[in-house]
């Protein structure tokens, strides 16, 4: 059985903490992997830069990505994982405070999973963060590794 990994890709340091507190308040203890821009993503999943030496089969089994990141912005990181056969079925939930409804339908064209907006309140967050960690997780059967 694969772990199940998380991949957060959030540039914000008080973001991915408020995250990780959510994760912990609703007891998702799965691995939780941050890149901090999305050029960084791309080298996680592609397996280049300083993670060139990542096992090919350890894919995250849930990709968080925020949208406004330096260097790669999140629309094309999305891009990018659903053109590469290897990384085309991986879950991706966008995970952003973007309220632009351009965003929104770009990102569903791309295919992501799900587009989530960051609510202010982090009991909300939390709660938001503790259902998509039990669906994505747990409930929902991922897809075959390539």
């Given at each position: 059985?694969r772990?199940k990994?998380i991949?957060?890709?959030e540039?914000n340091p008080?973001?991915v903490?408020?995250?990780k507190?959510?994760?912990?308040?609703?007891?998702?203890?799965?691995?939780?992997v941050v890149?901090e821009?999305g050029?960084?993503a791309?080298d996680?999943?592609f397996r280049?830069g300083?993670h060139?030496?990542?096992?090919?089969?350890?894919?995250p089994t849930?990709?968080?990505?925020?949208?406004k990141?330096?260097?790669?912005?999140g629309?094309?990181?999305?891009?990018?994982?659903?053109?590469?056969?290897?990384?085309r079925?991986?879950?991706?939930v966008?995970?952003?405070s973007?309220?632009?409804?351009h965003?929104?339908?770009?990102?569903?064209d791309?295919?992501?999973n799900?587009?989530?907006?960051?609510?202010?309140?982090f009991?909300q967050?939390?709660d938001?963060?503790k259902h998509?960690?039990l669906y994505?997780?747990?409930?929902?059967?991922p897809?075959?590794?390539?």
């Amino acid at each position: 059985m694969r772990t199940k990994t998380i991949l957060l890709v959030e540039d914000n340091p008080s973001d991915v903490e408020l995250t990780k507190r959510a994760f912990e308040k609703g007891r998702i203890t799965n691995e939780l992997v941050v890149a901090e821009d999305g050029q960084e993503a791309l080298d996680y999943l592609f397996r280049a830069g300083k993670h060139k030496d990542r096992p090919s089969g350890d894919m995250p089994t849930l990709i968080l990505l925020d949208l406004k990141l330096p260097k790669v912005d999140g629309l094309e990181v999305l891009r990018r994982v659903r053109s590469s056969e290897t990384t085309r079925r991986l879950p991706v939930v966008i995970l952003t405070s973007s309220k632009e409804e351009h965003d929104v339908a770009t990102s569903y064209d791309l295919g992501v999973n799900s587009y989530i907006r960051k609510p202010v309140d982090f009991h909300q967050f939390a709660d938001a963060v503790k259902h998509l960690g039990l669906y994505w997780l747990v409930i929902n059967e991922p897809p075959p590794i390539n």
